[in-house]
């Protein structure tokens, strides 16, 4: 059974996020260090509390909250709108406390279609303020290098850029 005290923070804390199973372990360990460090429990309730988290996530689980293969499909959707390359998709799924073996199998998936990347550059132009940069200037190459560097910057490979950027962008001495 779960003590009144998990109850209380994760009913409040799962009706406000969408998390995974290991994030969500991450946040009850730091909330009973925090409170620890506020003196607001004893060493012996965090220890109590330490072992408790267990049986916190497996009845949590039981009662369907971690859906990871749904939540990833939401995650990547959402980051391929804010033109995310896939270094960063990956990165941002790591940080999520995604299992591996799951963020493997989409990100290869992802990367097996050819037009993958294309697609991602495009939101990513869209997203950003670099559109504002090749539309207002007149400098063709300086605006391919300033982009071009942007690119790299997101995580996105250099030679995809490059051939993304001729194609886009009228360059002849580039």
């Known amino acids: 059974m779960v003590s009144k005290y998990f109850q209380n923070y994760a009913s409040y804390y799962l009706s406000k996020y969408w ?51 749904k939540l990833v499909d939401l995650k990547i959707e959402n980051l391929v709108k804010k033109g995310f390359s896939l270094k960063k998709i990956r990165i941002a799924l790591k940080q999520d406390y995604f299992e591996d073996i799951l963020i493997e199998n989409k990100i290869s998936k992802m990367s097996q279609d050819k037009n993958a990347n294309i697609r991602l550059m495009k939101n990513f132009l869209s997203k950003s303020r670099v559109s504002c940069i090749i539309k207002s200037s007149s400098c063709k190459t300086e605006i391919f290098k300033k982009v071009l560097k942007k690119f790299t910057n997101q995580g996105f490979g250099y030679s995809d850029s490059v051939n993304f950027l001729k194609n886009n962008i009228k360059v002849d001495d580039v």
Do not use: H, P, S, W
């Open 19 to 69: 998390v995974t199973k290991g994030k969500f372990e991450y946040k009850l360990k730091n909330k009973v260090a925090k409170d620890f460090l506020q003196k607001k429990i004893t060493e012996n309730d965090k220890r109590k509390y330490l072992d408790e988290i267990f049986q916190v996530l497996k009845y949590y689980e039981a009662m369907g909250f971690f859906d990871e293969k």
